[in-house]
């Protein structure tokens, strides 16, 4: 199996900062790619940034371009969110996503974090 640990949520006031973390563990061969995902109350899970392993490529919600930034270290196989002048509206669960595959020639399958709490308010 393949865990994901996220790590790094909390309060925070209007345009402060917080970095989230999340680390991929277990039997893990290969990732194809890894991202975060928000969920606030009532509405549904929406992407925020994904980064594509081999091509070092990275994707943003238009809501966070400018303000946010994903980062990998592969070698750790851990993602980072960077994010920078929080906003009311970015108050939600973060959660950590992965596409991994288990063994060589496996197909990719998507793992989830237990997600953590972002609160930005005054």
């Known amino acids: 199996q393949v865990q994901l640990v996220e790590s790094g949520g909390g309060l925070v006031q209007p345009g402060g900062s917080l970095r989230l973390s999340c680390a991929a563990s277990?039997?893990?061969?290969?990732?194809?790619?890894m991202g975060w995902y928000r969920q606030a109350p009532g509405k549904q899970r929406e992407v925020v940034a994904t980064?594509?392993?081999?091509?070092?490529?990275?994707n943003y919600a238009d809501s966070v371009k400018g303000r946010f930034t994903i980062s990998r270290d592969n070698a750790e196989n851990t993602v980072y969110l960077q994010m920078n002048s929080l906003k009311p509206e970015d108050t939600a669960v973060y959660y950590c996503?992965?596409?991994?595959?288990?063994?060589?020639?496996?197909?990719?399958?998507?793992?989830w974090g237990q997600g953590t709490q972002v609160t930005v308010s005054s």
């Open positions: 980064s594509i392993t081999s091509r070092g490529s990275t």
């Open positions: 996503n992965a596409e991994a595959s288990q063994y060589d020639g496996g197909y990719y399958s998507n793992y």
């Open positions: 277990g039997s893990i061969f290969s990732i194809y790619a």
